[in-house]
């Protein structure tokens, strides 16, 4: 598998990572046996091919996800990044080491000092308080308690738990237990930060919470994440880049928008059918050439814009409105071109009734794209 570059001097960069669960697993990579599917390798070998040849990179500052379903190897895939499993092949390269041969000591040095992981399951020490499990990795380091309630507590605030630094684990809502984990992971000070799922088993609107937590402190702290889910619009929410996994081997590896407007194959085409068009795609995906009769003292909006976010200015135009890149005109993007990717959203739903109880008519007007993207 060809090695997808995402920077000349990635955070980390694996290459042709593979893990194989099962006796004599190392005689498999190398082999025609490698060459079998997951089903009649298990079948001749009793192996179970968890992780398969993957190889990406992740940028600096970038947040880089990894989704697939249940059974498709991307917990197994974190794990062998930090080596909490041992991969039965290929390099992990952080800071110009190979992980995978690091010895015992640089692998405790990494993990103390440069990793920082979140799970699901939040692993707090319930005897101690909040401050005390946000400061426990500094603990372990050596640092002194003066120093590590310090630091701990500039944590607390910045993960949303101000007042709360003598309660105990059992005292806090879930959302409030992965805020701690959240900050224990911090405290740290990371360059790499691993997240397995954190947010699981939280309900839907504390789930949406502690996206938006993410999201906001990596714009604050600027920390290079990999981020493992199985739920997809997460991963659009949250990823810079997704790598989707099936089987344990890479299907695709692209920015949200490159996966939902050109899916690699049909497995990521039906998990990307239900997804609103308009709130992934960007301008680049529906603009066009620049045609002699087009104005160009118009409009003007930027390439990398959701959809969703430039209707109001293009259905509000008199005429196309130019796309514009760093004082290049790249293209024009139509009220036409923004009612195909909206209109044909509105076409799933059930289309409502009326207000005056008539039948809805056949087809869709600029009105009704209006009000699709009114806030």
């Known amino acids: 598998m060809t090695l997808t570059q995402s920077s000349s001097h990635p955070a980390l960069a694996v290459d042709g990572l593979w893990k194989v669960f099962g006796p004599r697993a190392d005689r498999i990579v190398g082999t025609e046996l490698a060459d079998l599917s997951r089903d009649e390798l298990r079948d001749r070998t009793g192996c179970l091919v968890a992780v398969r040849d993957v190889s990406f990179e992740v940028a600096t500052n970038e947040v880089f996800v990894v989704m697939g379903l249940s059974g498709s190897g991307k917990s197994t895939l974190v794990r062998c990044l930090t080596r909490l499993i041992e991969p039965t092949a290929g390099a992990v390269r952080y800071d110009g080491d190979d992980i995978v041969q690091a010895d015992a000591r640089r692998l405790r040095q990494l993990r103390r000092h440069r990793f920082g992981m979140v799970f699901q399951h939040f692993g707090l020490l319930p005897h101690r308080r909040v401050l005390d499990n946000i400061g426990y990795g500094l603990e372990i380091r050596g640092v002194r308690k003066a120093e590590r309630d310090r630091r701990a507590g500039e944590v607390l605030d910045l993960v949303g738990l101000s007042g709360y630094a003598d309660h105990y684990p059992d005292q806090l809502s879930g959302g409030m237990q992965q805020r701690v984990g959240l900050g224990r992971a911090l405290a740290v000070d990371p360059q790499i930060l691993f997240f397995d799922e954190p947010f699981s088993a939280l309900d839907p609107l504390i789930r949406r919470d502690m996206q938006n937590e993410v999201v906001r402190l990596h714009h604050e702290v600027g920390k290079t994440m990999v981020f493992i889910t199985h739920d997809l619009h997460e991963a659009l929410r949250l990823g810079d880049r997704i790598l989707i996994m099936r089987d344990g081997a890479v299907v695709q ?113 600029t009105q009704d794209a209006e009000a699709v993207v009114a806030p």
């Open 253 to 365: 590896i692209g920015r949200p928008d490159e996966v939902v407007g050109a899916p690699a194959d049909d497995y990521v085409r039906d998990f990307v059918a239900d997804v609103p068009k308009s709130h992934v795609l960007t301008i680049r995906w529906v603009m066009r050439p620049v045609r002699p009769e087009d104005p160009l003292d118009g409009p003007e909006i930027g390439p990398d814009l959701i959809v969703r976010d430039a209707a109001r200015v293009v259905l509000a135009a008199t005429a196309p409105v130019r796309v514009v890149h760093d004082g290049q005109l790249l293209g024009m993007v139509d009220d036409d071109a923004i009612l195909r990717v909206i209109v044909a959203e509105d076409d799933r739903r059930p289309a409502p009734a009326p207000r005056d109880g008539s039948a809805p008519g056949p087809g869709a007007t």
